[in-house]
């Protein structure tokens, strides 16, 4: 059944909506600004800043679709993890196109504690990392990077996901047959250093580059051995003796046009997306913040349907089963031309129809080959007796297996709540969606400030409740790296259409041959 938009963009409700969410993107531009602003080395001002690095080895003009801006925390947002200042967590992550070809970009900023790895920074790393091997993204690492943060070495250095789960990754990525390309702007000290030592092919600044497993202060203390960094690991050394470096650049532009250069020469098969079918929504997708009240719960059926037909092309949404369970909306829409299977919450909660009629849903999409869109606003499973007599519990088991072991891409996006079991049945984090994104008036946790506050006072107990509302904001999840970033509602369709093309990266021609 073809869905069409009935919502009044006249009535006072969509205005009050639209103004406050007006108001939360504000805040949300400007912590984002606040994020982005530009830092110079203060030991060496003249280097470009790390965004200037990744502008000139993307495309001109094309969009790059930051991972985990918000890692770290940001103090403006009443969320910092660490007394240091780590913007970003001290390393850019994100996916940019360059000749045309969608690459995973992983750069240090040089000007947060010399590149230096604190945990976050690590977790940072491997997230960017898992997406490329999900994904079969090219991967560009612009290398300027002092090893671990020594004073948190405790926690970033000897269990599973620490430093060393970044080389571990690497050999993957080499196994699958993903090109790995690096260039190296500063000094790469001993974890760091691995990183373009690992890569295929490692470009070195003549002036400024250096790699080494321990740097002149360290040789001297182990060996007694008085060297310089440009002996023991600059340009001269890896370029000229060691190998270690393919190529030699006289400045840091020149690197970043030899790392162009590579990637383009990397897959000549790569095809344009010139066969993907771009047409715009009807509706306008303005009206998506008069739309979404950020009272998330307030949001009621058809909401959702009304949000997706701002989003998918041409305004054309099918639904599926639509009179049965309809607190989840299911239905197709096309993005960018490529069929999608879209799983709305429409309230807050997931009863014994609606859970039915997502297992179809997604057994569906499985057999047709269609991606699975989540869009959470989800309390969790109905509860009380009725439910658990019809046999709910094991109906939610059946969901999260199915949703877990679909072997199309899912994309998961948090526009209001996201509680409990709810959030594994749609998607969350922990069951690996390729990309998670949340809207400004996301929220995660077991359960709602209020719902927390009733449940502490029957047994007797209290909760502050302010305090559990702020471990809820989308700017904490974001700071933990529990979501790729917090992105605008008018973003939305933006996201989708380069999440999706990342998605289906083919891979290499020698990795299609070590299969075989």
């Not at 240091?84 to 000007?111: F, L, N, R, Y």
């Not at 009725?386 to 899912?410: D, F, N, W």
Request: neutral net charge; proline residues 4%.
């Amino acid at each position: 059944m073809q869905i069409h938009a009935k919502t009044s963009i006249d009535s006072a409700e969509f205005k009050e909506n639209q103004k406050r969410n007006l108001s939360l993107l504000s805040d949300l531009l400007r912590f984002k600004e606040i994020s982005k602003e530009e830092r110079i080395s203060s030991k060496n001002p003249s280097k470009l800043s790390v965004r200037q690095r990744i502008l000139k080895v993307i495309d001109d003009g094309s969009f790059f679709m930051e991972l985990g801006l918000f890692a770290g925390g940001l103090k403006e947002a009443g969320y910092q993890h660490y007394p240091e200042d780590t913007p970003s967590g001290g390393i850019i992550t994100g996916i940019g196109t360059v000749h045309h070809k969608p690459c995973m970009i992983i750069a240090h900023d040089h000007a947060v504690k010399a590149g230096a790895y604190f945990p976050i920074t690590i977790k940072k790393h491997l997230r960017a990392l898992e997406v490329a091997l999900e994904n079969n993204l090219t991967c560009v690492y612009l290398c300027d990077s002092a090893g671990a943060f020594l004073p948190k070495q405790h926690e970033i250095f000897a269990d599973r996901e620490g430093f060393g789960r970044i080389f571990y990754y690497q050999s993957l990525l080499n196994q699958k047959g993903i090109s790995q390309f690096a260039a190296v702007f500063g000094h790469c000290t001993a974890g760091g250093a691995y990183i373009p030592a690992m890569a295929d092919q490692t470009v070195i600044v003549e002036k400024t580059g250096a790699i080494f497993l321990a740097g002149p202060a360290l040789v001297k203390s182990a060996l007694g051995e008085v060297t310089s960094w440009q002996d023991l690991g600059g340009w001269g050394t890896h370029g000229l003796k060691s190998g270690l470096a393919e190529y030699v650049a006289s400045s840091e532009e020149e690197a970043l046009v030899y790392i162009r250069q590579l990637v383009l020469l990397s897959d000549s098969s790569y095809p344009s997306d010139s066969s993907l079918n771009s047409r715009e929504p009807l509706y306008d997708p303005e009206e998506i913040l008069g739309l979404w009240s950020p009272d998330i719960f307030k949001n009621k059926p058809p909401v959702m349907e009304e949000i997706l037909l701002r989003i998918v092309d041409k305004s054309e949404l099918w639904a599926f089963k639509p009179k049965f369970g309809p607190e989840l909306f299911t239905g197709f829409g096309y993005i960018e031309g490529r069929l999608c299977g879209f799983l709305a919450n429409q309230h807050g909660t997931l009863t014994v129809d609606s859970t039915q009629k997502a297992i179809h849903f997604i057994q569906t999409c499985e057999r047709q080959g269609n991606p699975l869109v989540f869009f959470q606003n989800i309390s969790g499973f109905m509860v009380g007796s009725r439910m658990e007599q019809k046999g709910l519990a094991k109906l939610g088991a059946q969901i999260i297996y199915h949703m877990s072991t679909a072997l199309v891409p899912k994309l998961t996006f948090i526009l209001g709540g996201s509680y409990g079991a709810g959030t594994y049945a749609m998607a969350g984090r922990a069951f690996q969606p390729r990309f998670l994104w949340s809207w400004p008036t996301g929220e995660v946790g077991i359960m709602g400030s209020q719902h927390a506050k009733n449940v502490m006072g029957t047994l007797g107990k209290s909760l502050d409740e302010k305090a559990f509302k702020q471990t809820l904001s989308p700017f904490y999840a974001s700071s933990h790296l529990w979501d790729d970033g917090i992105i605008s509602p008018l973003e939305t369709r933006k996201y989708l259409i380069h999440s999706l093309q990342s998605c289906y990266q083919k891979t290499t021609l020698a990795s299609a041959i070590n299969r075989t």
